[in-house]
């Protein structure tokens, strides 16, 4: 029997269920992305899906709105795919454990993917509707979007005539988007040489209990990466205990995600362990105070482990010494919109292989020229520690349009279903809006989503009620666009 089956809107988690039931993590879209062709196909309706797995899918006007301007519906189908330590599902292979209080819907143990899966299933509801009066629709569901935009940055628009776009991928119910970030990912590399042991004693640490998080969303709670703060960690411990030698060190799978976790290795002189094993028991306590707030699960430990060899001293030293310059976090608050971060960046994934240190940084903001200067500051870090770097997945932000005529009926929408005013802001994150606004010019663009807390993590979850009132939000405003048809 289907998890979500008592739940309402009934069509909405019946197609979220099916989403759910094959696995579509960034990189991994192929099966998803050809369910939704089948979803076409059995509801008759004009599709194309491309070589990278975006797919578009028409739906005529409802009788009588045949000349109403058309309306693109708008989501993307890959998820960002994390687990439990104790999970052994694959999520390559295998969909999700679906459960639900009837309140909220999550996962078990892994992340539930309502980022960006509910867009999708809203949007597929809307299109199997029969009643609904709307204008022509134009359903756009891209892949990568989790991994830099990368399927809309791949989608050819040219068969797109739609000129207003409602954008399903907001987290927040009752907050219309209006502008985002645009953002860049730096990979970063640092050489460095490796040399046998010499006595040295060798040693593990462990840095976690962190919340993580979405990088453009929660960056501005003062969530610890565990990649930066274990740069810290080691930069202090050599400070501390001269002689000190990195081995290895790695966290994170994703740019734009706050590393939660992060592990190392590294060589002591011997008889200096015990005073290596004190300052891991002291910096603990330290990170407790720091964090209390915010990351009050952080724990930073140490066991003793076998190690083959490691860097040299001079590498070592220069890797962190570099390691502790490079910026993290909120670099510039927005003064247009107050409470909103203009810039930052997330060190998000970092490993160590044979040839030195690999770490990727994704940097956000709403001003190009700020962000152009956060990467000219890494550029000028990463060179000082004679390394390197290579950029990717540049994508524009998204420029708040102050005569907006779709921002105000989606207000009007809004406030008819909930009987309530929205509220208007900008994010930090990234969204699609801006390569669309880009690629179609005129396009006016609004996004908006149900209520969707700690995406990205294995504590996502789903509010069941506000997914309802946002569908009905999402009919109301298509029936009142259907009616410049008549």
Known sequence: MAVLSGLEPKAVFGYFEKLCAVPHGSGNTKQISDLCVGFAKELGLRWRQDEVNNVVI????????????????????????????????DMAKEGLDLRTDGEWVWA???????????????????????GLP???????????????????????????????????????EGVFTVSCAGGVRVDCFLPGKRAPLNGEAGYKISLEGLLGGHSGGEIHKGRASANQVMGRVLYSAMERVPGLRLADVRGGRFDNVICSRNQAKAAVPADRAGEFEAFIREFDAALKNEYAGCDGGVTLTCEKTALEGALTPEATANMLRTLLAVPQGVQAMNVDFPGLVQTSLNMGVMEMKEDGLYFGISVRSCIATQKDMMVQRLKAILELGGGSFTLRGNYPGWQ????????EEVLGAYKSVCGKQGTIEATHGGLECGLFVEKLPGLDAVSFGPELHDVHSVKERLNVASTQRVYEVTRELLRRESAAGK
């Open 108 to 130: 078990d143990k892994t992340s539930l993917g309502g980022d960006n899966g509910i867009a999708v299933a809203m949007i597929l509801a809307i299109l199997a509707d029969g």
């Open 400 to 407: 708040y349009d102050r005569n907006s005529a779709l921002r």
């Open 134 to 172: 709307h204008p022509p629709l134009e359903a756009v569901f891209t892949v990568d979007e989790e991994v830099g935009l990368e399927g809309a940055f791949a989608l050819d628009c040219s068969d797109l005539k739609g000129r207003k776009l409602v954008n399903l991928d907001s987290e927040e």
């Open 58 to 89: 028409w739906k005529d006007a409802s009788p009588g709105c045949e000349d109403a301007p058309p309306v693109i519906l708008q989501g993307h189908i890959d998820m960002v795919c994390v687990k439990t330590e104790d999970c052994a599902k």
